[in-house]
């Protein structure tokens, strides 16, 4: 019997959905984690297509997230496994840089995130 094909589903707007509802609670549970005053440390790096993946995790919190820096940012930070992230409490949310206060990203408190948008300008 010949393979039908199926029909049209939504199975691809369920999936991105998903994932842009991940990526907006990730950020709130590294933010509660933040607020918690939770210490955190780099635990994973890896090279990826848009660059370097960080993964900076909170030590008995369970919260994480990956900060994705370009080669250089990478290189001149000098990121590893193991190093200590500092973590300083700004108006916004919070900023989180490495022992030597090189900013390495900043993650928005929930009034913040609320005015954060992105869009593409020109083509």
Same mark, same amino acid.
Request: overall charge positive.
């Given at each position: 019997m010949p393979a039908r094909a199926a029909g049209q589903s939504d199975a *691809? #707007?369920? %999936?991105?959905? +998903? #994932?842009?509802?991940?990526s907006v609670e990730v950020p709130v549970a590294a933010a509660h984690a933040l607020s918690q005053g939770a210490k955190f440390s780099v635990? $994973? *790096?890896? +090279? #990826? !297509? %848009?660059? @370097?993946? *960080?993964?900076v995790s909170a030590a008995g919190a369970g919260a994480s997230f990956v900060v994705v820096l370009s080669?250089?940012?990478?290189?001149?930070? $000098?990121? !590893? @496994? $193991? +190093? #200590? *992230?500092v973590v300083s409490v700004v108006a916004a949310g919070w900023l989180i840089s490495d022992a030597a206060g090189h900013a390495i990203c900043f993650v928005p408190d929930a009034a913040a995130r609320a005015l954060i948008h992105s869009a593409r300008v020109g083509a």
């Open positions: *691809v #707007s369920r %999936q991105s959905e +998903a #994932s842009l509802n991940a635990t $994973g *790096v890896a +090279a #990826s !297509a %848009q660059g @370097v993946a *960080v993964t080669a250089k940012a990478a290189k001149d930070l $000098g990121l !590893a @496994v $193991g +190093a #200590s *992230v």
